[in-house]
């Protein structure tokens, strides 16, 4: 049986602080695999325990299992074990591992556990035999799997990264993210929405109640966004009042329901305080590949749809251009 394995305590603190950060302000529901590959890890996987700090498996092994996480939280790393490059968390109801068992190359990640950790394990042999059960899902499952490695990228423990009032991703991370995300869906040949949210009457919240309480008003504004979206979906502070969503894998019509969606639980109640403070977002959309295939375009694309969504009376939601406008 191998020795366990630990990441060193320093590094363990770091990771736990910022998990602890973004737990606080981007908590999100779980993102359950396909129901068939939960329900069959359930019964038939191998249980294990990890520790907090203990490795999973580190970079550059040959993987041999995939696993479901049954409780606790995982960190993904990148790098020397002594200093590591956090690249994301993995939640219940997620899965690691999968990419260098299903495409039959080494880890490209290290895994730990932040805090303790139950999982279940799936090894190849068992993996096909879920394959040989229900063959027609087969495919999209795969590329399912496939996919999760491509979800997020390095994110450093510094503070660049995050917006440090609200939690939210940053412009400085938006801007290389964006670029990603383009050669991802480029990649697996998907297309993805990107949402441009500008709140609405924002800057007399701050000249009538002061900057303290507009301040309120943005960390509750962020919250209650990211509290709705996917654990594969990204929402960024742009600067001031404004932020964008990416949101992978959705259509636009699809990305114009949810963005809808999102509007109407956001304005439902007021941020609680003296007095308290409804909120209201205007938002122009973009999909990928259909609108542009850079970020800037794509970008100015949303931009322009937020000011259709103005002009038509704000709280509103425009997936298509001001009159007199292409989206060339």
Do not use: C
């Amino acid at each position: 049986m191998a020795s366990k394995r630990f990441l060193p305590q320093p590094i363990l603190a770091k990771i736990r602080a910022t998990y602890a950060h973004l737990a606080a302000h981007q908590e999100r529901p779980e993102d359950r695999p396909v129901t068939s590959l939960r329900e069959f890890l359930e019964i038939t996987g191998r249980a294990m325990t990890l520790a907090p700090g203990e490795i999973l498996f580190t970079q550059d092994e040959i993987g041999e299992s995939m696993y479901w996480i049954e409780s606790g939280a995982l960190a993904v790393l990148q790098g020397p074990l002594d200093e590591p490059r956090l690249l994301t968390f993995r939640h219940p109801g997620q899965i690691v591992g999968e990419i260098a068992l299903l495409e039959d190359v080494p880890r490209t990640a290290t895994v730990a556990a932040v805090r303790p950790t139950r999982l279940k394990a799936l090894n190849m042999d068992k993996f096909q035999a879920l394959l040989g059960l229900i063959p027609d899902v087969g495919v999209e499952l795969i590329r399912l799997l496939s996919a999760r490695l491509y979800e997020v990228q390095p994110a450093e423990y510094g503070a660049g990264y995050y917006d440090h009032l609200t939690g939210a991703l940053s412009r400085q991370a938006f801007d290389e993210r964006l670029q990603q995300e383009i050669e991802r869906a480029r990649l697996y040949r998907y297309g993805f929405s990107l949402v441009f949210l500008d709140l609405d009457h924002f800057k007399e919240v701050n000249d009538t109640y002061g900057h303290a309480r507009g301040d309120e008003v943005l960390i509750a504004f962020v919250e209650r966004v990211g509290a709705k979206l996917r654990a594969t979906d990204l929402l960024f502070r742009y600067g001031g009042d404004e932020f964008v969503l990416i949101l992978p894998g959705i259509d636009a019509a699809r990305g114009a329901t949810m963005t809808q969606d999102l509007l109407m639980d956001v304005q439902a109640t007021p941020v609680p305080g003296d007095p308290p403070v409804f909120i209201a977002f205007s938002a122009g959309i973009a999909f990928f590949p259909d609108d542009g295939e850079n970020p800037e375009v794509l970008l100015a694309v949303a931009d322009q749809r937020v000011y259709t969504a103005k002009r038509g009376g704000r709280g509103q939601v425009s997936d298509s251009m001001p009159p007199g406008k292409t989206d060339a």
